[in-house]
């Protein structure tokens, strides 16, 4: 239903509630001007960008599948080359309400549409309103995209999402309410050559976990930018993936001895042609490898 990764969201082409305990293992200092963090903070940032990623969390993989979509009266759908979901994703929404309008002046479709879903581990819902515009390699608008996909050379991306995601993983449990808004660029459809993807996501609001050593939650903002990401044909041979790096920003409120500070967490994120993909903290040792899917993240030696 949905793409706005594969945030039907990466859902943009390519969206945080993660594994927590995969998560515990810390990252030792790089340098002196390592992120003044604890551990579980370091955890806690992980998860946090963890779920802008995933398609489980509503992030910019289920965007993805949006992005690389067409629009039709009747729904979003899959293009030549739509980034179709990670196979680990395990909780996509469906149904819910649809509604589609064009306006032929700007050559924009604007889609909205709501979805919830409810599993043994995963509960999330979310309200999405995306902007599309096609052009040919003329640079013309094509107002029936799906009838005319082999003549779409580009898509401009809008989307907006707010919802909530909450993940259960045995004693552990994460809970997120966000608002999301990414402005993507696809480019290079008619060419032999990978597609190209462009553009940004931020996604701000609050994130809550618990578990055998406690209770907390964080107020966040993180921002995720790319340039020149390649949509090319995945590792599986099951369809498109999106390959390249995205930078992030990540700010999020920290309580330490009856005082709230603003911690700034900063890095990179290697999207891989398996689903998976490498993530950074500047200033950090160590390497968390992060499911595009379901958001688990495992810290790689």
């Known amino acids: ?18 594994t927590l305990a995969a998560c515990d293992a810390s990252i030792e200092p790089d340098d002196a001007n390592a992120p003044d963090l604890t551990d579980a903070e370091v955890t806690e940032a992980t998860q946090i960008v963890a779920d802008a990623l995933a398609e489980d969390g509503g992030g910019l ?11 039709t009266d009747e729904g979003l759908a899959d293009g030549p080359r739509s ?14 309400e649809y509604s589609l309008t064009y306006n032929a002046e700007t050559g924009t479709h604007v889609v909205a549409y709501t979805c919830s879903v409810e599993t043994d581990r995963v509960q999330k819902s979310y309200a999405s309103r995306l902007s599309y515009q096609y052009r ?8 029936r995209p799906a009838a005319n996909w082999d003549t779409v050379d580009s898509v401009a991306f809008g989307g ?28 290079d459809l008619t060419s032999e050559g990978p597609a190209i993807l462009s553009g940004r996501q931020q ?10 050593g406690g209770s ?35 700010t999020m409120e920290v309580e330490r001895n009856g005082q709230t500070r603003t911690r700034t967490v900063e890095g990179t994120i ?17 390497v968390y490898r992060v499911s595009l899917g379901d958001g688990a993240t495992v810290l790689n030696p």
């Open 203 to 212: 996604r701000s609001g609050t994130h809550a976990r618990t578990g055998p």
């Open 216 to 250: 907390g939650s964080r107020t966040f903002s993180v921002d995720l930018s790319g340039q020149g990401i390649e949509i090319r044909a995945g590792d599986d041979g099951m369809g498109y993936m999106a390959v390249g790096e995205l930078a992030y920003v990540l």
């Open 160 to 187: 907006t999402r707010e919802g909530s995601v909450l993940i259960n993983r045995g004693e552990f449990s994460s809970e997120s309410v966000f608002e999301q808004v990414g402005r993507w660029t696809l480019s």
């Open 270 to 286: 290697e999207l891989e042609a398996n689903g998976r993909a490498l993530f950074r903290i500047i200033g950090l040792r160590g």
């Open 61 to 71: 993989f289920a965007s993805a599948r949006d992005l690389t979509s067409s629009v």
């Open 136 to 143: 040919d390699a003329d640079g013309g608008f094509i107002p």
């Open 1 to 18: 239903m949905t793409r706005f990764a594969s945030l039907r969201s990466l859902a943009l082409v390519l969206g945080v509630a993660l």
């Open 83 to 96: 980034v179709p979901g990670h196979r680990d994703g395990r909780a996509r929404c469906r149904g819910g």
